[in-house]
């Protein structure tokens, strides 16, 4: 219980000195340099704060969605070797088609069309 006591305090401790040592260094008053969108050397063409697409999002979505099945699919193989594989068939027949059928639905109302 001691030693519990002497970790919690010695960790406030070291969390407050870092925190008071960033208050206390950080520069305060940045210069037009780092109030620039870019940070390479170049002078920006345009402005950098226009939102995306929401497309981008929508494609990284499905991405992350196919990329997920991949990952649940891919102990298929070694469940096939099993002596009742129909089960974990089953199941993969239909988590495919229902990313079939969402991947249906959204090619039809238009969401997969980059232009407006």
């Known amino acids: 219980m001691n030693m519990v006591v002497f970790m919690f305090t010695l960790s406030l401790a070291l969390s ?8 206390w260094l950080a520069q305060t008053s940045p210069d037009s340099e780092k109030l620039s969108p870019y940070e390479c050397g170049f002078d ?3 402005s950098a704060r226009l939102p995306f697409s929401i497309r981008f999002f929508l494609v990284a979505i499905l991405f ?3 990329d997920l099945e991949i990952a649940l699919l891919l102990p298929l193989p070694w469940a096939t070797q099993l002596q009742h594989p129909t089960m974990t068939l089953t199941w993969t027949a239909t988590l495919i088609l ?16 980059w232009a407006e």
């Open 16 to 23: 407050l000195t870092l925190t008071l040592l960033n208050f």
């Open 44 to 46: 920006p063409l345009g």
């Open 64 to 66: 992350l969605l196919f």
């Open 98 to 113: 229902l990313l079939t059928l969402g991947l249906i639905y959204e090619w039809t109302q238009g969401g997969l069309e």
